[in-house]
């Protein structure tokens, strides 16, 4: 049989797997709705081909199956961490066995936020922790001074977790100076994204390995991991310097790249009781990759602490392996208890119902909602999305910029000047279902308000979305808004 006669045969049997895996959809998985829809429409969009996208990147019971043991591995490490007799984690342990912890959880001069702080504590492991003092970084020239400063500084570790490192003149000076610490003694463990870093050649790492380093790749990419990333930016100093937010290792993230020139984005340094819920966070994800160097509970990597500046917050991480969204629920809650003014930027602006309804009706409500997305985007598919989410909370009374001098990649939620929130996760479903994250919850007017003071700052670098503007867009982006969010629910 030749292949033009060969070719229906194939056809057909492509079809039929096309309305296998959409009957899998919608009858096998419990999916919800809006991704059940959009990967219907795929397999009909790409009737031949669709269900090998589905293979790739759509199959829910893959992912539990592939991280319940995790979850399992996950809570072990945690308990032992706890029952370990760790000088720097008894306050964690008595919040953990108190009988009412509510008595732990009492967020200053906002008695109504303490349910936030209690169901952080119940549902996402957050730590209540009042010990810490903040640094607050919005570009990366300050941050990375700071880390290269903290890292020359080390004593007797350095742990780092980041999903993007570039083999660029800031990725190859992070690994020079890595591995200088590491030639003198210190250990230093690098945990990299399997996905994120799938460009940059294992070359990259040879220095600081033969300097005594150990690099272990989170998740190494195949066909049925390209979704599930570990999206979190983590760096531990000595048990008593921590940073998380959204900057990756790269030049772009220092403002030196020609596609995007200036580089906004939001980072914290944290001196405090914060960063054992982060060095926990790291040590749970660097035992879990195929490393034969394990981190055990030693008193050096969770040090007790002197008194600082006393800023309550708590350290939420969440993912795939999680069976709530931590920090999703968190989002979720800020936006709910919010009575004044909710802030958010985000690089990407694609809400489940609950949080977009939730955003509509603070607007109708009278409450000052605006959002800051960027102009010039790093993918179309997730701006259009958002355009057609903010032409609609336009319409409710939302504010709704798009930060023009450059690309804006912070990841900010701020609530009534009292308690604000910046992390890793974006305002968007990949970020709340897919990727596995971590947000700092803080509950500090003073810190809040820099942030907005920040915030009301970049308004001047961004133009107003109003509602005549996107009136008058053109019918071509009417459509790619209509398909890009119809599929949002998988961008």
């Known amino acids: 049989m030749t292949l033009p006669e060969f070719l229906p045969i194939i056809l057909r049997i492509l079809a039929i797997l096309n309305l296998v895996f959409g009957f899998a959809i919608v009858f096998l998985e419990k999916r919800n709705p809006s991704v059940t829809w959009a990967w219907l429409m795929v397999l009909a969009l790409v009737p031949y081909f669709g269900f090998i996208l589905y293979l790739i990147m759509g199959q829910d019971s893959r992912k539990r199956y592939t991280f319940a043991q995790k979850a399992k591995r996950d809570e072990l490490e945690h308990a032992l961490l706890l029952e370990a007799g760790l000088d720097g984690l008894s306050n964690t342990k008595a919040q953990r066995e108190a009988d009412d912890p509510r008595t732990f959880l009492r967020v200053p001069d906002a008695d109504y936020l303490n349910d936030l702080a209690y169901m952080n504590f119940v549902s996402g492991q957050g730590t209540f922790t009042t010990n810490n003092r903040l640094t607050l970084y ?141 060095e926990m966070r790291f040590a749970m994800d660097w035992n879990d990759c195929a490393h034969p160097y394990r981190l055990m509970p030693k008193n050096v990597y969770y040090p007790p602490l002197p008194p600082t500046d006393g800023i309550p917050m708590q350290i939420v991480s969440s993912g795939p392996d999680t069976r709530r969204s931590h920090v999703y629920y968190g989002y979720a809650k800020m936006i709910a208890e919010a009575d004044k003014r909710i802030f958010i930027q985000t690089p990407y602006f694609a809400p489940d119902e609950n949080i977009f309804e939730a955003l509509r009706m603070a607007a109708l409500a009278g409450i000052d909602v605006r959002i800051i997305i960027p102009a010039h985007p790093d993918h179309f598919f997730v701006y259009w999305a958002s355009l057609s989410y903010l032409g609609e909370l336009l319409d409710a009374g939302v504010r709704c910029y798009q930060y023009e001098k450059g690309f804006i990649h912070s990841k900010l939620l701020l ?12 305002m968007d479903v990949r970020s709340f279902k ?37 009136a008058s867009l053109g019918p071509v982006t009417r459509v790619r808004e209509a398909i890009s969010r119809l599929l949002s629910p998988l961008l």
């Open 415 to 426: 609530i009534d000047g009292i308690v604000s929130s910046t992390g890793t996760a974006n």
């Open 138 to 278: 919005h570009e990366g020239e300050a941050k990375f001074a700071a880390l290269f400063a903290d890292i020359a500084a080390a004593k007797h570790f350095i742990h780092m977790q980041y999903y993007i490192m570039n083999d660029d003149l800031l990725g190859r000076s992070i690994i020079q100076a890595l591995s200088v610490k590491a030639a003198q003694g210190v250990e230093v463990c690098l945990s990299v994204d399997g996905m994120g870093c799938w460009r940059t050649p294992r070359r990259f790492y040879r220095p600081l390995m033969k300097a005594g380093g150990h690099v272990a790749l989170f998740l190494p990419p195949h066909l049925a991991r390209i979704n599930y990333r570990n999206h979190r930016k983590i760096c531990v100093v000595d048990g008593h310097i921590g940073y998380v937010g959204g900057m990756n290792i790269g030049d772009e993230y220092v403002g030196h790249s020609k596609r995007f020139g200036h580089w906004r984005d939001t980072h914290i340094r944290i001196i405090g009781d914060a960063v054992k819920d982060l």
């Open 434 to 470: 897919l990727n596995f994250e971590v947000n700092a919850f803080i509950y500090d007017r003073e810190t809040t308000m820099a942030f907005e003071e920040q915030f009301l700052l970049d308004l001047d670098d961004c133009f107003e979305m109003t509602r005549e503007w996107y």
